[in-house]
């Protein structure tokens, strides 16, 4: 089967969102399939790029930036760009333009691009398959599916109109995302969303979802992880964060309200905890931190390439992960969190209870569950908790990898996810 992803994130851009398209094309090209990857060089990217990924010399790989086939790019060293400054608050202002005028979202520039690429070279395609965080993905698989009258399968992976906080705006940006995602959805010969909790918020509001539709979550792919099962050796206890604090959404306060209380009553050392945070941390959060004494703890690597933050990943004790009380955050689950699953590290969930993130770490048995709050009495609930795990830590039991249950893993693979996804091509193209 000839097979078309879609995508605005691809290899080598280090972004979360270029993982899921890069190991289904892997996969589904091992499975026979015919692979085609439409993408952008001029993709925007936080985190710059990342040689993370092996080439995959059966796919092909088409560039709209460049107009044509482009072998994958190699590269030494993350590459900041732009919206490294963007996001680091630096032009905060820049994104809060951007956002109000900017129709469905900053991907929209890839249509300008796909005006001048000839779609013609791509040749005959059987399914074309949209994937990615931003909904002009789609709109630019919606035209290709029709050129090449071919069916057409679309991955939401984040929220477009219908989430907490769209849903209580009017006016005319509300009504036009409202009218694309509506055709998006209508037109699609079936629909996959990456959680439970996303499927049915959009079940329940286009019942015509019911008949096409299906959740294939996101994952990770364990060859990335050689030193799961390394045993830590360490002093000092270690506590990975990696990624963004989406200008303050995800709060870093509470863990470390935490550690204060614990070290006010003389029950941690704060010289025996060291917590590393990657990525481009903007001034506001920094300044969060620095209110609590346990801020000694912190120290901040900057931007790093993928290989490295996996490496801090499974050389940590505990893997923090924040998920922020905003639906479009705790519907879904980051990527980041399968990373910290692959590791096989003890997660420090802060999340709100009826987080999906909570929901997979509990099943896992790979984490514990904190309050995303700073009031004085769950700080004490979160304490106590944490205290628990720097007491293991004293005694040496954190520095073993987890032991996970192959059997409920298997659901969160990647090879496993590209399985699911075959089996749709194959009912969609055979009805």
């Given at each position: 089967?000839?097979?078309?992803?879609?995508?605005?994130?691809?290899?080598?851009?280090?972004?979360?969102?270029?993982?899921?398209?890069?190991?289904?094309?892997?996969?589904?090209?091992?499975?026979?399939?015919?692979?085609?990857?439409?993408?952008?060089?001029?993709?925007?990217?936080?985190?710059?790029?990342?040689?993370?990924?092996k080439s995959l010399p059966n796919v092909a790989i088409w560039d709209t930036a460049k107009n044509g086939f482009v072998e994958q790019e190699r590269v030494n060293d993350t590459k900041t760009t732009i919206s490294v400054w963007v996001n680091s608050g630096k032009?905060?202002?820049?994104?809060?333009?951007?956002?109000?005028?900017?129709?469905?979202?900053?991907?929209?520039?890839?249509?300008?691009?796909?005006?001048?690429?000839?779609?013609?070279?791509?040749?005959?395609?059987?399914?074309?398959?949209?994937?990615?965080?931003?909904?002009?993905?789609?709109?630019?698989?919606?035209?290709?599916?029709?050129?090449?009258?071919?069916?057409?399968?679309?991955?939401?992976?984040?929220?477009?109109?219908?989430?907490?906080?769209?849903?209580?705006?009017?006016?005319?940006?509300?009504?036009?995302?409202?009218?694309?995602?509506?055709?998006?959805?209508?037109?699609?010969?079936?629909?996959?969303?990456?959680?439970?909790?996303?499927?049915?918020?959009?079940?329940?509001?286009?019942?015509?979802?019911?008949?096409?539709?299906?959740?294939?979550?996101?994952?990770?792919?364990?060859?990335?992880?050689?030193?799961?099962?390394?045993?830590?050796?360490?002093?000092?206890?270690?506590?990975?964060?990696?990624?963004?604090?989406?200008?303050?959404?995800?709060?870093?306060?509470?863990?470390?309200?935490?550690?204060?209380?614990?070290?006010?009553?003389?029950?941690?050392?704060?010289?025996?905890?060291?917590?590393?945070?990657?990525?481009?941390?903007?001034?506001?959060?920094?300044?969060?931190?620095?209110?609590?004494?346990?801020?000694?703890?912190?120290?901040?690597?900057?931007?790093?390439?993928?290989?490295?933050?996996?490496?801090?990943?499974?050389?940590?004790?505990?893997?923090?992960?924040?998920?922020?009380?905003?639906?479009?955050?705790?519907?879904?689950?980051?990527?980041?969190?399968?990373?910290?699953?692959?590791?096989?590290?003890?997660?420090?969930?802060?999340?709100?209870?009826?987080?999906?993130?909570?929901?997979?770490?509990?099943?896992?048995?790979?984490?514990?569950?904190?309050?995303?709050?700073?009031?004085?009495?769950?700080?004490?609930?979160?304490?106590?908790?944490?205290?628990?795990?720097?007491?293991?830590?004293?005694?040496?039991?954190?520095?073993?990898?987890?032991?996970?249950?192959?059997?409920?893993?298997?659901?969160?693979?990647?090879?496993?996810?590209?399985?699911?996804?075959?089996?749709?091509?194959?009912?969609?193209?055979?009805?």
């Amino acid at each position: 089967m000839k097979i078309l992803i879609v995508t605005y994130s691809y290899p080598p851009a280090n972004s979360p969102a270029a993982h899921r398209p890069y190991f289904m094309a892997k996969y589904l090209c091992d499975m026979g399939h015919q692979i085609t990857v439409l993408t952008s060089s001029n993709a925007i990217s936080s985190l710059g790029k990342s040689n993370w990924a092996k080439s995959l010399p059966n796919v092909a790989i088409w560039d709209t930036a460049k107009n044509g086939f482009v072998e994958q790019e190699r590269v030494n060293d993350t590459k900041t760009t732009i919206s490294v400054w963007v996001n680091s608050g630096k032009l905060s202002w820049f994104k809060k333009i951007a956002r109000f005028f900017i129709i469905p979202d900053r991907g929209i520039v890839w249509l300008k691009e796909l005006v001048k690429f000839d779609s013609r070279k791509i040749g005959p395609v059987d399914v074309v398959y949209s994937t990615s965080p931003l909904f002009t993905n789609h709109l630019v698989a919606r035209r290709l599916a029709k050129k090449k009258k071919a069916k057409w399968v679309v991955d939401i992976r984040d929220f477009h109109h219908i989430n907490g906080d769209m849903e209580q705006k009017k006016g005319m940006r509300s009504m036009i995302n409202s009218m694309m995602q509506m055709n998006v959805l209508k037109r699609a010969d079936y629909v996959t969303f990456v959680t439970k909790s996303m499927h049915e918020v959009y079940k329940n509001r286009y019942h015509f979802l019911d008949a096409k539709s299906s959740v294939i979550y996101n994952g990770y792919e364990p060859d990335e992880y050689p030193a799961a099962e390394l045993h830590l050796e360490s002093d000092v206890l270690k506590i990975f964060y990696a990624g963004s604090f989406y200008d303050g959404a995800r709060d870093p306060a509470p863990l470390f309200a935490m550690l204060d209380a614990l070290h006010e009553k003389k029950l941690i050392n704060l010289d025996a905890i060291r917590v590393e945070v990657a990525g481009n941390i903007p001034d506001l959060i920094k300044d969060i931190i620095k209110r609590y004494k346990s801020s000694v703890c912190v120290n901040y690597l900057g931007l790093v390439d993928r290989k490295t933050a996996l490496d801090k990943m499974t050389n940590a004790h505990l893997l923090w992960l924040i998920v922020a009380n905003i639906k479009a955050h705790y519907m879904t689950f980051p990527v980041k969190g399968f990373e910290y699953v692959g590791c096989k590290r003890h997660i420090l969930l802060f999340s709100p209870p009826e987080a999906e993130a909570k929901t997979i770490v509990e099943y896992l048995d790979a984490g514990t569950f904190f309050n995303l709050s700073v009031k004085e009495e769950e700080i004490a609930i979160n304490a106590e908790k944490f205290l628990h795990l720097y007491n293991k830590f004293k005694t040496n039991e954190l520095s073993a990898p987890l032991t996970l249950d192959t059997a409920k893993v298997q659901l969160y693979l990647r090879q496993g996810q590209a399985s699911q996804l075959h089996n749709i091509f194959q009912t969609i193209c055979h009805t």
